[in-house]
């Protein structure tokens, strides 16, 4: 048995019409720009994640330094509180106003805090620009004070871009953010 078809019913089931095709881009489109959101997002809250892991690793570098002099450090005579900022390089280490070279000669507990501090500080300053470090005593910080143990606060604060993924313009701001990390040597 033989089917006629007219033109009319072939044209129906001969594929897409450009409508249908138009809707297919538009919503591929939709998409792909989705996408490339989440990536920018994702991108950015890696570089977030990075300077944090960095800064954290920061203080426990000189939380390590303190506890490695504790002859120092949790000492009754030590008296300990200054901060920095991107202009420290330039300005005397505040404990003594010159900073000891402990690589070469044999140093006093109280010379290789300097020195640790003054390294420290350097390397921070040159790694973080435009952030700020803190170290202050927070127990029994008066010299000679017997009543409780010594410990410090190492205070970090700096700014972070942010990629917001739900606002439409200018997805970028910029936020302070801190941290605190407490030592007691």
């Known amino acids: 048995m033989l089917v006629k078809t007219t033109p009319l019913a ?62 120092y450090w949790a000492s009754t005579t030590a008296a300990f509180s200054t901060a920095w900022t991107t202009v420290a390089t330039s300005q005397t280490y505040p404990m003594s106003g010159s900073t ?32 700020t470090a803190t170290v202050t005593c927070s127990g029994a910080c008066t010299a000679g004070a017997t009543t409780t143990p010594r410990s410090y606060d190492i205070a970090l604060s700096w700014s972070e871009k942010t990629v917001a993924v739900n606002r439409s313009g200018n997805s970028t701001s910029t936020s302070p953010v801190s941290m605190v990390l407490h030592v007691q040597p």
């Open 10 to 71: 072939r044209r129906q089931a001969a594929g897409f019409t450009l409508v249908e095709l138009l809707v297919t881009m538009l919503i591929v489109t939709v998409g792909i720009l989705g996408i490339v959101k989440m990536q920018a997002a994702g991108v950015a809250e890696s570089q977030v994640s990075r300077v944090r892991s960095l800064m954290t690793f920061q203080a426990e570098s000189l939380a390590s330094s303190m506890r490695a002099n504790r002859g």
């Open 100 to 131: 000891p070279d402990c690589t070469s000669s044999t140093c006093s507990a109280t010379d290789m805090a300097h020195a640790d501090m003054a390294a420290w500080r350097d390397a921070f300053v040159n790694a973080f620009p435009g952030a």
